[in-house]
């Protein structure tokens, strides 16, 4: 699976958009892009994914570059509960049975 | 739908100790994943199960530890003669067949060997 690369942290404000980048220059033809969070030690939660066209749901948006090198995650309304660290990985296919690589992930701190 | 369960959710072992993990999938999943936390790093995979098999196992430790995921009750994730440097926390996912590839994570189990 390709390595992707997040910044380590970011701030936002509580009520504003929250923007976290990933670059995945390396990415292939098949591999999708995942979005998971940890709440401060919780179990990771899903949060969304795509392949090459932008994704909606109820918790986030997805916007992958026409080149697949890079996506960001948008949480368009921050709240103080999604401060966690969020999780970009690239995986191959779309099927049950590929494993998650975890890497540092962004730390996001929304703050009032 | 209860989601995935671990438990026991804090355990702790002295050196030399047995510790028994358990895992419960979700209703109709029928994979299941080890990760592994160390303190202040992120989530490393250690084995893929599907019911009676080991299908991924690349990520384990060569000695001490196994998993399994028998046809009936939870996968068991077993580490023998605990180290101090085998506490972490250890989560389970589980993801269904044939339906999309998100997994979704337990609440993990604190293992700490004193």
């Known amino acids: 699976d390709a390595k992707t690369t997040q910044p380590p942290s970011m701030d936002c404000a509580e009520g504003r958009a929250a923007n976290l980048p990933c670059n995945h220059s390396t990415i292939s033809g098949n591999e999708y892009v995942y979005w998971y969070r940890q709440i401060h030690s919780q179990g990771p939660q899903y949060i969304i994914h795509?392949?090459?066209n932008n994704e909606t749901n109820e918790m986030a948006s997805l916007i992958i570059t026409e080149d697949r090198k890079s996506s960001t995650l948008i949480l368009p309304h921050a709240t103080l509960r999604d401060t966690a660290v969020y999780y970009c990985i690239a995986k191959s296919g779309n099927n049950a049975g590929n494993m998650l690589t975890f890497g540092g992930g962004t730390r996001l701190m929304v703050k009032p | 739908n209860a989601g995935v369960m671990q438990n026991p959710r804090h355990l702790v072992r002295r050196r030399g100790q047995e510790a028994r993990l358990r895992c419960s999938p979700m209703?109709?999943?029928?994979?299941v994943y080890w990760y592994r936390q160390l303190p202040e790093e992120g989530l490393k995979f250690m084995v893929y199960?599907?019911?009676?098999?080991?299908?991924?196992e690349s990520g384990m430790p060569k000695e001490r530890f196994s998993a399994e995921f028998p046809k009936e009750g939870p996968s068991i994730l077993r580490i023998q003669q605990v180290v101090r440097g085998d506490s972490a926390a250890y989560f389970c996912?589980?993801?269904?067949?044939?339906?999309?590839?998100?997994?979704?994570f337990g609440p993990g189990t604190r293992l700490t060997v004193l």
């Open positions: 209703k109709g999943h029928s994979h």
């Open positions: 996912a589980s993801s269904p067949p044939n339906q999309g590839s998100e997994q979704f």
């Open positions: 795509g392949l090459k």
């Open positions: 199960l599907q019911k009676e098999n080991i299908i991924d």
